[in-house]
Each structure stands twice: as structure tokens, then as C-alpha cells.
């Protein structure tokens, strides 16, 4: 074989070779121009992921010295006594508005609660007591304590957990459970917040 054919042969190899690494790039380019990648694999520089799940609306955070107020089982509390007593103490501020004494709302909820003692107390008889915290004049403060009282035993009564006879008593601030004010005399308002209260007292020994 001449040294001219030879040449000719390699030549033509390298021609080959060339066209088939051309092919082979236009197809590679050709997948990248038609590749559609979904939406959501890739981040973009710069963008900024979006996170998922509920997010907080501001007023669902409760407020720093807010006092939450329980509702519910939470707002009852029931405290057996030595001396012939079972008293069933509700939060007032679970059943009425600030300065007021109709029952609110979402009442229900806490006083639904009282029923099954109720029940259990069978005929023993029984009182509903208001009270306050010391804000205000004592005059207004036995006013208010006896409203709530008395809204809080009608609506018993219309369910006949209790009997009309049912005695009311108003002591307004003159009961407090907890102190309305801190040893530095500042306002306590976690302590009269425990003050605002209506119990309804059943005499087991009667």
C-alpha cells in the first residue's frame, strides 16, 4: 500500500470520527434546548422558597401580660369544704363581659359543666354566690356581684339543675380568693381576675 493511500484512508477516518463527535454535540445541545424541567425542581438564584404550612394572622398570638381567659372544664373549680360544703366556683370571666351581667355567648360551654355536679347533689340545697374583684365602689361592686348571681341561677333553674328557691347571695369583694393587688401595691390583675367568680354552694349536710 502506497503512502499516498494511506493517507487517503487516514484522512477518512478522521473525517468520520469528526462528524460523528458533531452529531453527537448537536444532539446533546438538542436535548438541553428541549429539556422542561417541572416546576419546583430547580430554585432560582435569588428566589426565595415559600414555606408551607398554616401561618399565625396576628391577634391568634397572645399579647404579652395578656391573661388568657379558661372556658370550659378549665373555668370550673370544684372544692370540697369541712363544713358541709361543696362549692362550685366559675370564673365570671368565662360567662359575662367586662362590667356586665348578662350571660354572654360562649357561657354555655362553662356552665354546661355544672350540670352533672348538680345531678349528683341530688336534694341537698344549694346557693349561688357572686363576687368580685376590688375595683369599684363597694356598693357597685354588691350590685354587680348579685346580677351575675342571679343570671347565672336562672339559667340553672331553667334547666332545673337547681330549684326556684335557690338562695342567691351577693358578697361583691368582700371574699377574695386571691390578692387584687402585689406586695408592692401595683395592680394584680391575674389576682382579680381569680376574685371575679359566682360559686354555687351546695350544703351536703342539709
Known amino acids: 500500500m502506497t503512502a499516498r493511500r494511506v493517507a487517503v484512508i487516514a484522512a477518512g477516518i478522521l473525517a468520520c470520527a469528526a462528524t460523528a463527535a458533531t452529531a453527537q454535540t448537536d444532539e446533546q445541545l438538542e436535548r438541553i434546548r428541549n429539556w422542561n424541567p417541572k416546576v419546583g425542581e430547580i430554585q432560582k438564584p435569588g428566589e426565595i422558597q415559600v414555606p408551607k404550612g398554616t401561618i399565625q394572622t396576628p391577634g391568634e398570638i397572645q399579647k404579652p401580660g395578656e391573661i388568657q381567659v379558661p372556658r370550659g372544664i378549665q373555668a370550673v373549680r370544684v372544692v370540697d369544704s369541712e363544713r358541709c360544703e361543696r362549692r362550685l366556683s366559675v370564673g365570671a ?3 359575662f363581659a367586662f362590667d356586665q351581667w348578662t350571660l354572654g355567648p360562649d357561657a354555655e360551654e362553662t356552665l354546661v359543666v355544672l350540670l352533672p355536679e348538680l345531678e349528683k347533689a341530688g336534694t341537698h340545697p344549694v346557693s349561688i354566690e357572686g363576687h368580685t374583684d ?5 356598693a357597685y361592686n354588691d350590685a354587680l356581684s348579685e346580677k351575675r348571681a342571679k343570671a347565672v341561677k336562672q339559667w340553672l333553674v331553667a334547666r332545673k339543675a337547681v330549684p326556684e328557691g335557690a338562695k342567691v347571695v ?3 369583694e368582700k371574699k377574695p380568693i386571691a390578692p387584687n ?3 408592692d401595691g401595683s395592680d394584680d390583675p391575674e389576682g382579680r381576675q381569680r376574685n371575679r367568680r359566682v360559686e354555687v354552694v351546695v350544703d351536703t349536710c342539709g
Open 181 to 183: 393587688t402585689k406586695p
Open 170 to 172: 351577693a358578697y361583691g
Open 93 to 95: 370571666d368565662a360567662l
Open 134 to 138: 376590688a375595683k369599684g365602689t363597694d
